[in-house]
């Protein structure tokens, strides 16, 4: 059974530093997605990644992926605000469904 | 395009009684997923349809839950009848079947009393 854990579960960070979110699943998958949710709205894509070593990247937000560790990481590079928000992975299996991860809760203090 | 739409946004209901959910998906996407996130644990699958038939039922917690999808177009979720720990947000989401993407509506936050 494919397991997705995620960590930390809920971070508070200050304004302008940079943190890491974690994303370790247990067993083979070809597609890991990280989305991120807003309180009361949709699930919104962020970041689709297909490869080992793939690495994106959109503003202050870089996504990369490790299938041999069965790792993928979330960097938020100089925090603002505007990112405080519910980040989740979620990693494809057979079927198409997801497994999610538990969700981390990002709150970005001025 | 319009987005995956789901409602009601919000449903209050006492325990014993029956809700039904609603999900129009993006027009033309054939998959369409019931996802369900209680209180303070990860977002789970219930179930998923493709056009009109249920492709994988495995996720759906008991016979109290009943997903239709009618001609393949927008689907139903009943709870019937709903208990105190059927309370959670229940997400849909569509995709259609040569695309990595997929679509995740607003949800329906269910809370059972």
């Known amino acids: 059974e494919l397991k997705v854990e995620q960590n930390p579960l809920f971070l508070s960070m200050q304004e302008g530093k940079n943190y890491t979110i974690y994303c370790n699943y247990s067993t083979t998958s070809d597609r890991l997605y990280w989305y991120r949710q807003d309180p009361g709205k949709s699930l919104e894509s962020l970041f689709v990644?297909?490869?080992?070593?793939a690495v994106k990247q959109e503003g202050r937000l870089m996504a990369s992926l490790d299938t041999k560790a069965r790792l993928s990481t979330l960097h938020i590079t100089a925090a603002v605000h505007d990112l405080s928000a519910t980040y989740f992975c979620a990693v494809v299996r057979a079927g198409n469904m997801l497994t999610f991860g538990g969700g981390t809760r990002l709150m970005v203090k001025p | 395009e319009a987005g995956v739409t789901q409602f009601p946004s919000h449903s209050v209901i006492e325990k014993g009684q029956t809700v039904t959910l609603r999900c129009d998906p993006i027009?033309?996407?054939?998959?369409l997923y019931w996802y369900r996130r209680v209180m303070g644990k990860e977002i789970k699958f219930l179930l998923h349809f493709v056009k009109e038939s249920k492709q994988d039922e495995s996720g759906m917690p008991n016979n109290r839950f009943l997903a239709e999808r009618t001609g393949g177009t927008y689907s139903t979720l009943k709870v019937q009848p709903a208990e105190l720990e059927d309370s959670g947000v229940y997400f849909c989401a569509s995709s259609t079947r040569v695309t990595y993407g997929y679509t995740f509506g607003s949800g329906t936050r269910l809370t059972v009393v």
């Open positions: 027009s033309g996407h054939d998959n």
């Open positions: 990644l297909l490869s080992n070593g």
